[in-house]
């Protein structure tokens, strides 16, 4: 096992191996695990600097998504995540550029919709993207996979966006391991993340392994399971048991696994508030596995 500031990171047990030497930070192959001044925590992956709890704009639109995203930053998130498919990207730049956050501090992603992965609509709707977004992409990904273009043509265009400066990062989304390695194999720089859908009801334990061999951050979407999360009694109890609800044990329980990001959506202050209250407490191993049992009912 390794360790975040004396604190064990967690792995499912089919996943754990020996241990690893205690460094203040939690390390693995590219990845580490540190707090942040105001409590957030971030996983350093190849020396990217990704804050482990991002804000999920899925279905939001127009004026609410603006307001959402500026109150998410408010309260203290700085990992936004849009896409093109979602057709919130502009209210997304709007919320950023209003907001009295500094845009350095926020990490920006957005995702290339599948019927655009032609090289030449790659190309038109990136630049159309960072025109709604009114600024540069920290992380631009493959929505998901294309059954007729091949992956190389789509992911050589990101990679000229890289090499102009407006594209910083660049990774995939809803791709499988034999997927992921492809990509892996058809980039010239490197694969951040897989963004995929996890929560306690999804078993992703394959997925994961492959992802911290390779040092690629899986993010986890839907991570509440599209509500299916409040309501369930292991989570119920063991919120219970640190004063919390279930959905911030769900959210604290991806998180608190090495390697993992969680991307929550919420429209209301109350409920972007609970999602981002999951850093002042910690899930025992034995927790964590009766959670990651759910999924294997």
């Not at 203040?24 to 580490?32: D, E, N, R």
């Not at 919130?88 to 550029?97: D, H, L, P, Q």
Request: net charge negative.
């Amino acid at each position: 096992m390794v360790t975040v500031f004396g604190a064990q990171a967690y792995r499912p047990p089919s996943l754990r191996r020996e241990a690893l030497p205690t460094t203040g930070a939690l390390t693995h192959g590219f990845l580490c695990v540190r707090f942040d001044s105001d409590g957030m925590e971030s996983v350093s992956v190849d020396s990217v600097e990704v804050p482990v709890l991002g804000f999920g704009t899925w279905r939001l639109e127009g004026d609410e998504c603006r307001t959402a995203v500026k109150r998410a930053l408010e309260l203290g998130y700085r990992h936004v995540d849009t896409a093109q498919m979602y057709g919130n990207e502009r209210a997304v730049g709007r919320a950023i550029e209003e907001s009295p956050v500094e845009r350095e501090e926020v990490f920006l992603v957005t995702k290339v919709r599948r019927k655009n992965l032609a090289p030449e609509d790659v190309r038109q709707t990136v630049e159309a993207s960072l025109d709604r977004l009114g600024t540069d992409i920290d992380l631009l990904l493959i929505h998901s996979p294309s059954q007729t273009v091949p992956l190389e043509d789509s992911l050589a265009v990101m990679n000229e966006f890289q090499d102009e400066g407006s594209v910083s990062h660049i990774g995939v989304s809803n791709f499988s391991v034999d997927q992921t390695r492809a990509a892996m194999e058809a980039s010239e720089t490197p694969i951040l993340t897989n963004q995929v859908e996890y929560h306690p009801f999804k078993d992703q334990d394959e997925l994961l392994a492959f992802c911290r061999d390779e040092g690629v951050l899986l993010t986890a979407y839907s991570p509440l399971a599209d509500g299916q999360v409040p309501g369930t009694d292991l989570l119920e109890r063991i919120g219970a048991e640190h004063g919390k609800s279930a959905a911030q044990v769900a959210i604290r329980w991806l998180i608190q696994q090495e390697n993992v990001a969680a991307i929550p959506k919420a429209a209301s202050r109350d409920h972007q508030a609970e999602n981002a209250d999951v850093f002042d407490f910690r899930l025992t191993d034995e927790e964590m596995d009766q959670i990651a049992q759910l999924s294997r009912k």
